[in-house]
T-cell receptor, first 114, second 111 residues
C-alpha cells in the first residue's frame, strides 16, 4: 500500500507570498491532519479534515487554511507568508475514528520563507 | 496544553534499557507514541486508550496511568535502530480529532 505523499518536498518563498501544499492520503483513509513542525515548538496541530469537512482547527491565524477533496486528497494554503512560517509541514492520514486510529505521516514539505 | 516529556535526551549503549515519560496537566482519553528519525516522517509505535486498551507493535511496551495523566514508553535491549526522537501525542476528549504533541525525547543508541 502506498504511503502518504506530500508535494512538493521543498519550497522557498518570499515574505508576503502565498503557498499551497498538497497531501495524498493512504488509500481508504478519510481523515487528513496537518501539523507544523519547528525545532522550538515541536509538532503543532493545524487542522483535521474528514469527508471534506474540517472537524477541528488548531491555534493558528486565519492565514492558514485548508481543504479536502472528495477523493480525500487535501491541500493547505498559507497566505501572506511571514518568516516565522518557515517549518516542516507534515500531513497525516488515518481511518478517522477519532484519536483511536494511528496517524500515518508523510515525509513533509520543508517551507523556507526569506 | 502541551504534554511534558522527560528526559529531553538520552544516550544508551546497545542492549541497555530506557524509559521515556509523558505527563499531561489534563485528563487524558488517549496517548500516542511516535518515533521520528532525522529527515524522515514520524512513525506510529503505540496507542494507549483510557480503559486499558492498547494498539501497537508487539515489541514495544508502554503504560498509561489515567489517574496521574501519565504515560511511559519502555525500550528494552535497545538496538542501534531505536535511535531517533520519540514523541507522545495526547488527546483529552473522546471524539476529538486532535493530538497535542510533546516536544520530543531524543534517543541515541551507540555501539
Amino acid at each position: 500500500k502506498a504511503g502518504v505523499t506530500q508535494t512538493p518536498r521543498y519550497l522557498i518563498k518570499t515574505r508576503g507570498q502565498q503557498v499551497t501544499l498538497s497531501c495524498s492520503p493512504i488509500s481508504g483513509h478519510r481523515s487528513v491532519s496537518w501539523y507544523q513542525q519547528t525545532p522550538g515548538q515541536g509538532l503543532q496541530f493545524l487542522f483535521e479534515y474528514f469527508s471534506e469537512t474540517q472537524r477541528n482547527k488548531g491555534n493558528f491565524p486565519g492565514r492558514f487554511s485548508g481543504r479536502q477533496f472528495s477523493n480525500s486528497r487535501s491541500e493547505m494554503n498559507v497566505s501572506t507568508l511571514e518568516l516565522g512560517d518557515s517549518a516542516l509541514y507534515l500531513c497525516a492520514s488515518s481511518l478517522g475514528q477519532g484519536t483511536n486510529s494511528p496517524l500515518h505521516f508523510g515525509n513533509g514539505t520543508r517551507l523556507t520563507v526569506t | 496544553q502541551q504534554p511534558v516529556q522527560s528526559p529531553q535526551a538520552v544516550i544508551l549503549r546497545e542492549g541497555e534499557d530506557a524509559v521515556i515519560n509523558c505527563s499531561s496537566s489534563k485528563a487524558l482519553y488517549s496517548v500516542h507514541w511516535y518515533r521520528q528519525k532525522h529527515g524522515e516522517a514520524p512513525v506510529f509505535l503505540m496507542i494507549l486508550l483510557k480503559g486499558g486498551e492498547q494498539k501497537g507493535h508487539e515489541k514495544i511496551s508502554a503504560s498509561f496511568n489515567e489517574k496521574k495523566q501519565q504515560s511511559s514508553l519502555y525500550l528494552t535491549a535497545s538496538q542501534l535502530s531505536y535511535s531517533g526522537t520519540y514523541f507522545c501525542g495526547t488527546d483529552s476528549g473522546a471524539g476529538s480529532y486532535q493530538l497535542t504533541f510533546g516536544k520530543g525525547t531524543k534517543l541515541s543508541v551507540i555501539p
